[in-house]
């Protein structure tokens, strides 16, 4: 997805927190995606937030949005080696059946 | 419930060959999608099945066809492959009803083109 950009490498000291940053273009996105991609594996949904929300958490994760920068970021709490994936966010436009993923954030989280 | 199927995980072919991509779901969802994951290329559309008798392109569909074959099955089909259809193949799924679009990922395809 040439429309949301995200840096492609982050390292991450066990037990620390991790932030995933992302990027989008269209203003009218409705919702926007985090997905988590283990080695050898397909794409799973962590979470997702809704347009007209500013946070949502869920246990580890807190997903913060900007609508105004179309900033997205997603912060995992005392990550673990089991964190260790690619991240990928998505967004998704009125209601288009269509997600437009970014190129995805590979976390390697180091002991 | 498996979720999402895909046949084969892994498949190497020469220049020219064509094969058909499997996938099934059970979750008795509406739509339907094929990606292709390239590295630092993120998951791109290649065709997609908003409802059982409907296919329409995504972002890369030359090259491609798929048959929404019923509503559980969704193939896609490489007519005569080339090294630039080198990739993982992701096949998913959703249903549209609660809204938010939260595709379910089969394990994908793994497809060298020779």
């Known amino acids: 997805g040439e429309d949301v950009e995200q840096s492609l490498f982050l390292s991450v000291r066990e037990g620390d927190s991790s932030v995933i940053n992302c990027t989008y273009t269209?203003?009218?996105?409705?919702?926007l995606y985090w997905y988590k991609q283990e080695p050898g594996a397909g794409l799973q949904l962590l979470t997702y937030i809704f347009s007209n929300m500013d946070m949502k958490q869920d246990q580890r994760l807190t997903v913060l949005l900007n609508k105004k920068d179309k900033h997205l970021s997603l912060r995992i709490a005392d990550t673990q080696t089991g964190d260790s994936a690619i991240y990928f966010c998505?967004?998704?436009?009125?209601?288009?059946?269509?997600?437009?993923f970014g190129a995805g954030t590979t976390v390697t989280v180091r002991a | 419930n498996a979720g999402v199927t895909q046949t084969p995980k892994f498949q190497v072919l020469k220049t020219g060959q064509s094969m058909t991509l499997q996938c099934a779901q059970d979750?008795?969802?509406?739509?339907m999608y094929w990606y292709r994951q390239d590295p630092g290329m993120g998951l791109r559309l290649i065709y997609y099945s908003a409802s059982e008798g409907t296919t329409d392109k995504g972002e890369v569909p030359n090259g491609y066809n798929v048959s929404r074959l019923n509503k559980r099955e969704f193939s896609l089909r490489l007519e005569s492959a080339a090294p630039s259809q080198t990739s993982v193949y992701f096949c998913?799924?959703?249903?549209?009803?609660?809204?938010?679009?939260?595709?379910?990922f089969g394990p994908g395809t793994r497809l060298t083109v020779l």
């Open positions: 269209d203003s009218s996105s409705t919702y």
């Open positions: 979750m008795n969802h509406n739509s």
């Open positions: 998913a799924s959703s249903d549209l009803a609660g809204g938010g679009n939260e595709q379910f």
């Open positions: 998505a967004e998704s436009i009125g209601e288009s059946y269509k997600l437009s």
